[in-house]
């Protein structure tokens, strides 16, 4: 079947790291993506991670996909308080099936 | 400028009263998509549609109602018969292909009142 877990919950102080989890079920995911929801607002693509693929880094984004343990993590460097948003995890199969999405992680950055 | 709009941002509905979200896109995408959003529940799948004139059901399409007659216009019905219709519904599409990122609206939400 197909499940995404993330923690509900995320908080740290303005300029470490943030690291959000998910965990999915389906090994054969082709794509795995990360989205930031700012309040009242649509889900905004952040960053991708192909499944043959173990790492990708994006400026202060590094993706890490521990494909044995289906784990996957967002790791956000220097977190501002314009990082505060919910992030969610989302996986696909194929090209024209649907995402698949975790409950999301609301990040608080403290300053 | 390309993208994908949701309207209105707001809605109000009486009980008992059917009422339609519009969500329209000029990216050219074949796939569009319904998500529900609770708080602490994450996005739910509702309908989405591969291609015009089809559409299938996702996880709680009970209560709802699309339609997909042209490839930019996916709208969405909340009928009278959705206990729970109080909640942020968001929109996306996508091309069919390799890698396909889903590109979303800005939501609509809908209070019952």
């Known amino acids: 079947g197909e499940d995404v877990e993330q923690s509900l919950f995320l908080s740290v102080r303005e300029g470490d790291s943030s690291v959000i989890n998910c965990t999915y079920t389906?090994?054969?995911?082709?794509?795995l993506y990360w989205y930031k929801q700012e309040p009242g607002a649509g889900l905004q693509l952040l960053t991708y991670i192909f499944s043959n693929m173990d790492m990708k880094q994006d400026q202060r984004l590094t993706v890490l996909l521990n494909k044995k343990d289906k784990h996957l993590s967002l790791r956000i460097a220097d977190t501002q308080t314009g990082d505060s948003a919910i992030y969610f995890c989302?996986?696909?199969?194929?090209?024209?099936?649907?995402?698949?999405f975790g409950k999301g992680t609301r990040l608080s950055v403290i300053a | 400028d390309g993208g994908i709009t949701q309207s209105p941002k707001y809605l109000f509905r009486k009980e008992g009263q059917n009422v339609t979200l519009s969500c329209e896109q000029n990216?050219?995408?074949?796939?569009m998509y319904w998500y529900r959003q609770d708080p602490g529940q994450g996005l739910r799948l509702i309908y989405y549609?591969?291609?015009?004139?089809?559409?299938q059901k996702g996880d709680i399409a009970e209560g709802y109602s699309v339609s997909r007659e042209k490839k930019e216009s996916f709208p969405l019905t909340v009928t009278s018969a959705q206990k729970n219709p109080t909640a942020f519904y968001l929109c996306a599409s996508n091309n069919v292909g390799v890698n396909t990122e889903a590109f979303f609206g800005q939501g609509t939400r809908l209070t019952v009142v």
């Open positions: 549609s591969q291609i015009v004139n089809d559409f």
């Open positions: 990216l050219n995408h074949d796939a």
């Open positions: 389906d090994s054969s995911s082709t794509y």
């Open positions: 989302a996986e696909r199969f194929k090209g024209n099936t649907p995402l698949v």
